[in-house]
Structures are given as structure tokens and as C-alpha cells.
């Protein structure tokens, strides 16, 4: 069996059980600004998981495209990848345990043929938030799992959420038993010794945890399940690592050809960031130096070095492309449709890459120079930001070429002045969205001040905890995302629509005023995200209905606007809904 087959039979048997099947969503999230990349399948479903109706109903099933980069650097050990495939299948409000449980069950020891006695399952322990999961203990049993393969943990084990926010629950988790000795007498699935190997995780979403840590009940009990595609394959085919599986073995053995040495970790960090950075590619991503940009990037550029370490011309990259598109286009017919795209952008990064490491490299070489002289051991933070900043070099060359020489960097120091650059350059393309400064036509200007407006009347119609989650401008209409809990009513909307309108025909003028950022907030002006305003800022007034730090430009009287239409509200993320609204 390959991982298409798994695939194919995964979607093909949910749909036998009432499914229906829908596409993967893209990496790149539409609608969620809170997330580089769609991390796992429930997240583009969350607006149903909360309770909106979904046009294909109330079981779904589908593949999910995955991006997680929390461990890109333990990428070249033999089992972290950043991409990677996501089955799963979706109650919304429908079935619960009793019928999950069994369709696992069905799945893991019919379709896919796995012996009872190779699976274990883990159960929520309960604690003050939520009970002990029995049930879910029962209805393994009763399918026919051995009570010794069945452990109940807490919540570090059993309970899914994505983020710190969100609707979440108890999950039961599966694993596959390698058959490898146990690493001691307590040996079991949450030990992490490698002998058990998690495959699968259905997750009971009944609650929803809030910033400050409170759970409630959702309106509806939903079942979100995971089940990863790579995993599952190298264990069905009793491989070691996934790159041992048909979807990386062409390319591994292609690397090893034109290697001229044996590094194992180098070939395998090409292999999985080649992939990815396709994949991410395809979807419409694109380097750049914030944000999911800055995640492509370092894809590329690290892929780029390992290709330098293993000494592979990297003219070959465009063969390498295509290989790895025909490998891979069976799973993800895109990519075909993208090959030129895919290989012009990866072999323009790489060029850069190449030009930056040569101009790197001499100043890399009189940093080492001055620290040898020094008798140093460390490159300061400072200077590893320096070589990224100015050079272009990723923190993660600096320590490959720093480690080469017997050094190492700090790498916390880094981080903090990385930190504060992306803040700032965040900042600038916040302000740079918000303010039109790439388009400051007249229109884009007026929906701009519209913006402001229609936040100060959310905030009178739905309640003071309304606030801006982020907006887009164009000449012909503007879209606000806003913290909200509930579809708006008619008459919300209304009410709202009607205030604007109102103060637009009140004539009020619009004022600017630099002030203290502490002074801004006290004063109640509204921001949406304070961490990345400067010291002095901007607060723009529209009469006394609005206050916000914003960086402009702004008309300089409502009765500029026009009239205020809203077309359409929606759910765009969880907790987040937008308005879509034009000025006639
Ligand atoms: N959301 C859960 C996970 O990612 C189940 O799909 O594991």
C-alpha cells in the first residue's frame, strides 16, 4: 500500500459511513489571520465546529495539507517534517464516541489490516475542567481493544486545542506498537521511547476555552479526528523513517547520487524542505522576510546549504524539482499545474541565497578572525544579527559555519533583536494595510475613515469587547474583521449600517494628534495590538464617536464618504466574524 492508497481508502470509507468528502483547504489560511499556515484539519473548519451550518452538511471527511514549523530545526533526525498530510473526518453535531470509536476501530483493523494487539489507545484521566473519559474506555473495550491496551492520562496527553484559544476537548489517541523492546517496566504510549508510535486522534470537542483560561460548553458536541498520512504509511510498510516511504525515496536515493559525501541529515533536510517549500509554493506563498515569507525562505536558503554541504552543483535544482513533481503530483495534482512557478521562484531564492552567502562569508570570515584574536568562544547576538540584518544570513548558517570553527552563537540574543526587527517590520506592513499606503486614492482614503466608523458602531450595537481583528482595503470596497461571538442579526447590521450613516451625515471632522502611547490607551483610544505601536504614536478622532492609533491618512470630514453599505457578513475565524461593506 502507498500513501495515496491509505488516502483513498480513508476518504472512501467515511463516505460509506454518511461522509462527505470535501477538498484541502489551502496551506495558506484564507480567512484566519492568527496562523502562518493551516496547521491542522479542524482549523478551517472552525467556524461549523462553533456551530455555523456547513453546505455539505454534518460528517465530513477530507485530506488537509499541513505546514507546523515549531520543529523545522529537528528537521534531518528521522522523524520530524515541517509538511505534512492530515486525514480526518468531522462530526458537526452529529455522531459522538460511540460511533468514532468503532469507525476508528473498523478502519485501523479491517481497512488498514493492523492486528488488534499491535494498537493501544490513551483516554482522558478527568480533572476539575472535565470528567474521567469512560465511556470512551467502554467503547474500546466493547470493540474489541484488550483493557490492558487501554491508559487513561491527563491533559497533557488528552486534551486537544489548537493555540491557547478555542473550542477543544478530551481526545482518545491511538498508536501503533513498533514491536521494539520497551524502554523500561513503566514503558507505555506517552513515554515517547519510540516503541509506541501515535497515529490517530479523536478529539471530543464539547468545550470552548477562552483567553483567560475558562472552559464552556460549546453549542454543539462535535468529534475532529487527525490521522497522519506519512506516519501511517512508514509504519504499514514497516519502514524506519519516512523517507524510507515511496514519498521521499526517489529523492533520497537522487541526493545520494550526486552527494559527495554521506550526510545522512543533509539529504534528508533537502528532501523534507524541498517538499515543503513546493508545496507552500503552490499554494501562493512566496519568500519574503516576515512572517510565513520569512518561514518559505529559510526553507529554501536552508535548503540551499545543505545542497552546498553535500556538495551538490546547484544547477541541479530544477531536476530536482521535477523530480520530486512526479513523484508527488499522483497526491497533489497542483503541483503540475505550478511546476514553472514552483521552479522559477525556488531557483530566484536560491540565487539570492547565493549572492548573500558570498558577500556573507567575507564578513563572516573577519567576525571569526576578530573573535579567534579575541579568544572568544561565542559570536554575540549582536553580531549573528548583523550577519542575518545586513548580510542575509540565517542564524542557522551562521551556527553551521560558527560550529565548523569550534564556535558557537548566542542565539537568545539573536532572537530578542529578531524579534523587536519583526515587530517593527510587522508594524510597518500593519500600518502599510491599514493606512493604503501602497494605494492612497481618494477611495481607498474614505474606506479607510469608514473602518474607523464602523468599529465605534459595532462597539455601541454588539458591546464594548468588540475590536478590530484586522482589515482589507481596496478602491471598490472594505472588509473588517472584528472579535465577535455571534452571527449578527438583521437588525444588528442594520443598527450599525445606520449609525455610520448617520455620523457621516453629522459632517464630522476628523482630527490627528501625536501622543504618548501610555497617554493614547488611557485616554480609551482603541489599537489593535498595542505590543506593536512605537512610544509616540498617531490617534486619529472622528468627532467624539471614534479614537484610534492608527497611521492614517484619513479624509478630513465624514461628509466626504458617500453612503455606507453593508453586503455581507460572515465567520472568518473563530471568535472573529467580517463585514464586507462598500461606500456608494
Ligand atoms: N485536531 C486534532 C489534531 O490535530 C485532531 O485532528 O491532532
Not at 481526545?171 to 506498537?177: G, I, K
Not at 541541479?316 to 521535477?322: F, M, S, V
Not at 556573507?360 to 542575518?388: A, M, P, S, W
Request: glycine share 6%; proline share 4%; charged share 30%.
Amino acid at each position: 500500500m502507498k500513501a495515496i492508497d491509505i488516502r483513498n481508502k480513508y476518504l472512501k470509507f467515511f463516505e460509506s459511513h454518511g461522509h462527505k468528502v470535501i477538498p484541502s483547504a489551502p496551506l495558506i489560511p484564507e480567512n484566519d489571520p492568527s496562523v502562518l499556515f493551516t496547521t491542522a484539519g479542524m482549523q478551517p473548519l472552525v467556524p461549523y465546529l462553533l456551530g455555523e451550518k456547513h453546505p455539505e452538511g454534518t460528517r465530513l471527511t477530507d485530506y488537509q495539507k499541513c505546514v507546523r514549523t515549531v520543529d523545522i530545526d529537528e528537521v534531518g533526525d528521522n522523524r520530524h517534517l515541517t509538511y505534512f498530510e492530515m486525514l480526518g473526518n468531522w462530526s458537526l453535531g452529529d455522531y459522538f464516541k460511540e460511533e468514532s470509536i468503532k469507525m476508528s476501530f473498523d478502519f485501523l483493523t479491517k481497512e488498514l489490516g493492523i492486528p488488534v494487539e499491535k494498537l493501544s489507545v490513551t483516554v482522558f484521566a478527568g480533572d476539575e475542567d472535565a470528567p474521567r473519559d469512560e465511556e470512551s474506555a467502554r467503547i474500546w473495550k466493547e470493540a474489541g481493544m484488550p483493557e490492558d491496551h487501554i491508559y487513561y492520562f491527563g491533559k497533557d496527553d488528552n486534551w486537544w486545542i489548537a493555540g491557547e484559544e478555542g473550542p477543544c476537548g478530551p481526545d482518545t489517541e491511538m498508536f501503533y506498537d513498533t514491536g521494539k523492546e520497551p524502554c523500561s517496566k513503566e514503558c507505555n504510549p506517552s513515554c515517547g521511547c519510540g516503541k509506541y508510535v501515535e497515529v490517530w486522534n479523536n478529539v471530543f470537542m464539547e468545550y470552548y476555552k477562552t483567553k483567560d483560561g475558562v472552559y464552556s460548553k460549546l453549542k454543539q458536541r462535535n468529534v475532529d479526528t487527525g490521522l497522519g498520512l506519512e506516519r501511517m504509511n512508514m509504519l504499514l510498510q514497516g519502514k524506519e523513517t519516512p523517507y524510507d516511504t515511496e514519498i521521499f525515496e526517489p529523492i533520497m536515493k537522487k541526493l545520494s547520487e550526486l552527494a559527495k559525501n554521506d550526510d545522512i541529515s543533509s539529504r534528508r533536510i533537502v528532501a523534507e524542505h524541498l517538499r515543503s517549500s513546493m508545496m507552500i509554493i503552490s499554494d501562493g506563498g512566496r519568500p519574503s522576510n516576515v512572517d510565513r515569507g520569512y518561514v518559505l525562505r529559510r526553507l529554501i536558503r536552508r535548503m540551499t546549504r545543505h545542497l552546498n554541504k553535500l556538495q551538490i552543483d546547484l544547477n541541479e535544482l530544477p531536476n530536482l524539482i521535477d523530480l520530486n513533481i512526479n513523484i508527488l503530483s499522483e497526491m497533489y495534482p497542483e503541483l503540475e499545474k505550478n511546476r514553472d512557478t514552483i521552479k522559477q521562484v525556488i531557483v530566484e531564492e536560491k540565487d539570492k541565497f547565493v549572492k548573500t552567502l558570498t558577500h556573507g562569508e567575507k564578513e563572516f570570515e573577519k567576525v571569526i578572525t576578530r573573535i579567534k584574536n579575541e579568544n572568544l568562544q561565542k559570536i554575540d547576538g549582536q553580531v549573528v544579527f548583523k550577519l542575518y540584518d545586513t548580510y542575509g544570513f540565517p542564524p542557522e548558517v551562521t551556527s553551521d559555519l560558527a560550529h565548523e570553527q569550534g564556535l558557537e552563537i548566542d542565539m537568545n540574543g539573536f532572537e530578542k533583536l529578531f524579534k523587536e526587527h519583526q515587530e517593527k517590520s510587522r508594524m510597518g506592513s500593519d500600518q502599510k494595510f491599514k493606512g493604503g499606503l501602497a494605494d492612497q486614492s481618494p477611495e481607498t482614503i474614505c474606506y479607510h475613515t469608514a473602518t474607523h466608523l464602523l468599529n465605534a458602531a459595532l462597539k455601541i450595537v454588539i458591546g464594548k469587547d468588540v475590536h478590530q481583528k484586522g482589515s482589507n482595503i481596496t478602491p471598490e470596497r472594505m472588509r473588517f474583521d472584528f472579535s465577535c461571538d455571534h452571527k449578527l442579526t438583521d437588525e444588528e447590521k442594520k443598527k450599525a449600517e445606520d449609525l455610520v450613516n448617520e455620523w457621516i451625515k453629522q459632517a464630522l471632522p476628523v482630527t490627528v494628534e501625536e501622543m504618548k502611547k501610555e497617554d493614547a490607551i488611557s485616554s480609551g483610544a482603541e489599537c489593535m495590538f498595542i505590543e506593536k505601536y512605537p512610544d509616540i504614536v498617531t490617534v486619529y478622532s472622528i468627532g467624539d464617536v471614534s479614537k484610534e492609533l492608527c497611521g492614517g491618512p484619513h479624509v478630513k470630514n465624514t461628509s466626504e464618504l458617500g453612503i455606507f453599505k453593508i453586503k455581507k457578513e460572515e465567520a472568518s475565524s473563530a471568535g472573529v466574524r467580517r463585514i464586507k461593506a462598500v461606500l456608494e
